[in-house]
């Protein structure tokens, strides 16, 4: 997924931000799809995103900015780094919009004690802590944020695949977020299938890639 990306980019200008954009808002219209198929009304409803410091977590704030729009709701963005520390542009691009909007509560700490009350009080919960680049051992604030998460109650999505799982294997090296629903992008990742206990309903979402970025670089699909 790298590859094609960066193919995506670099040879057919679809930009990353074009990318996230797509996904963001994806990820925000299966939320709103998947609660009017459980006759769940949003009004007053506590949605949070928790993000860690990669483009899932910024997948996660296009989805809020989206879902904003409907003001029944209560959102709220956790971000578990400083915002400075943000890895990639777009990211940094999408804490930057939720900073000028009063619609969405931001909070960001590295210290779990205080953020996890607004976990465990969530009702719906966006699980954007950990992308595909997942190993060993998972360090503090993400590790104890994923036991709340697991531990909420709440409706939880993750965005692309749950927090701690290796999307190649399937298998789960430290722990990893019990997601009822993931929604990933362009492709179903080798990880996600037969892994219901982990990532619950699976729902594919396109994101803007066309299918040439992927000659050359697809090798043995079976």
Known sequence: MYKIEENAETNFGVRRMYMMENA???LADFIKSKMDEMN???VDKRIVA???GGNNGGDAMVCMRH???NPEAKYTVLLLINPRDLRTEEARTNWT????LNSVELVWSNQIDQIKERILDSDILIDGILGTGVSGTIREPHSSAIDYIN???AYIFSVDIPSGLDPNTGLVLDKCVRANAT???HRIKKGLLNNEKYCGQIHLEHIGIPREAERGILVNES
């Open 151 to 153: 531990k909420s109650g």
């Open 183 to 185: 929604v990933t992008f």
């Open 50 to 52: 928790v993000c860690g």
């Open 97 to 100: 919009i939720l900073r000028r």
């Open 24 to 26: 963001g808002h994806g």
């Open 67 to 69: 879902l904003s729009y």
């Open 40 to 42: 769940t009304e949003m």
